[in-house]
């Protein structure tokens, strides 16, 4: 078992930064994948990137390439979100989620654990 919580969410103008963390803890992750997504009220859950925690290899969506970055302390067990540049389209409740092993894994359903979610609004 493996649980996750974010933090890190908050209100920000357009054009801001914020910076997401998701601690783990439970099973030993060294080998899983990590996933952050997000959702804006009555959409669909939306993959924004992942990276796997041995290798640090990361993969995002195109939508927030160039703007948002994943990163992990293994130290801590903990990945971040990093996210520069925002737009009001950015707002969402985003989520982190972890599945064993490794894959460019960017649909929820490859995942098996979530994180309770943290809202991030981006006002105009």
């Known amino acids: 078992q493996v649980q996750l919580v974010e933090s890190g969410g908050g209100l920000v103008q357009a054009g801001g930064s914020l910076r997401l963390s998701c601690a783990a803890s439970?099973?030993?992750?060294?080998?899983?994948?990590m996933g952050w997504f997000r959702q804006a009220p009555g959409k669909e859950r939306e993959f924004v990137g992942t990276i796997s925690w041995s290798r640090g290899n990361t993969y995002y969506a195109d939508s927030v390439k160039g703007r948002f970055t994943i990163s992990r302390d293994n130290a801590k067990n903990t990945v971040y979100l990093q996210m520069n540049n925002l737009k009001p389209e950015d707002t969402a409740d985003y989520y982190c989620a972890a599945r064993s092993g490794v894959l460019r894994a960017t649909t929820p359903k490859q995942y098996d654990y979530w994180g309770q979610g943290t809202q991030v609004t981006v006002s105009s």
């Open positions: 439970g099973s030993t992750i060294s080998s899983y994948t």
